[in-house]
């Protein structure tokens, strides 16, 4: 495995790891400024809508996340990489209530920025079990 394929598998358990503690600042810091995020049925979403919308849910009172994430293959080309996961991700809603869990795939498109890994494009192609 080279150094930027190990770097980016610590970008996606840094990006697990944050997303379970409701780290949202330091989620947002592993993308690009300009990323799109690719969700079926839905408009691309941009980053200050990810933002508003994982500022919102973690609020004291909002949902828990966790989830996993399978790194199939990693393709690193210069200052550009590719990668697919197998992702699942359980949501908790607030009381308790019955999980949601969503499974599927993503194909994620990553660059080097200041000399670090972010996440640059990203098509989730996660549904419901």
Sequence with gaps: MTHDEQEIRNLIS?????SKAGDVER???LMSEDVVFLQPGQPPMRKADFAAAARAQAQPNGPKFDGTSEIQEIKVLGDWAFMWTKLSVTVTPPGGAATI???GHTLSVLKKQDGKWVLARDANLLAGK
């Design 14 to 18: 840094t990006w697990m790891a944050a």
């Design 27 to 29: 989620v947002l810091q």
């Design 101 to 103: 869990t969503r499974s």
